[in-house]
Nanobody, 124 residues
Framework: QVQLVESGGGLVQAGGSLRLSCAASVRTFSTYGMGWFRQAPGKEREFVAAISWSGGSTYYAVSVKGRFTISRDNAKNSVYLQMNSLKPEDTAVYYC?????????????????WGQGTQVTVSS
């Protein structure tokens, strides 16, 4: 398994931006697909975005497409989520996750390593 540490969450007004970072402690980071998920109070954890091992393929939930951008830097063992035009409904704990196939999937079950999460709160 991979140890993952998220950072960059916080409080922002609607329309603002945040950039989340996730640092991985594994030498083979470049072989993993990476994903971002979120969980709002009282709701199930949901897919936000994913990226393949090379960064060549990216996937987004419909609710964030066009506003969020996932990227990775394999030299720094890190994955990022740039969030623009934030809405109050984006408020949630955001989790970084790693999956060993390298594809970057949409399903929670595909991921075997998870970070502790970082809180994002968007005020109206």
């Amino acid at each position: 398994q991979v140890q993952l540490v998220e950072s960059g969450g916080g409080l922002v007004q609607a329309g603002g931006s945040l950039r989340l970072s996730c640092a991985a402690s594994v030498r083979t980071f470049s072989t993993y697909g990476m994903g971002w998920f979120r969980q709002a109070p009282g709701k199930e954890r949901e897919f936000v975005a994913a990226i393949s091992w090379s960064g060549g393929s990216t996937y987004y939930a419909v609710s964030v497409k066009g506003r969020f951008t996932i990227s990775r830097d394999n030299a720094k063992n890190s994955v990022y989520l740039q969030m623009n035009s934030l809405k109050p409904e984006d408020t949630a704990v955001y989790y970084c996750a790693a999956e060993p196939r390298g594809i970057g999937g949409r399903r929670i079950s595909e991921y075997d390593s998870w970070g502790q999460g970082t809180q994002v709160t968007v005020s109206s």
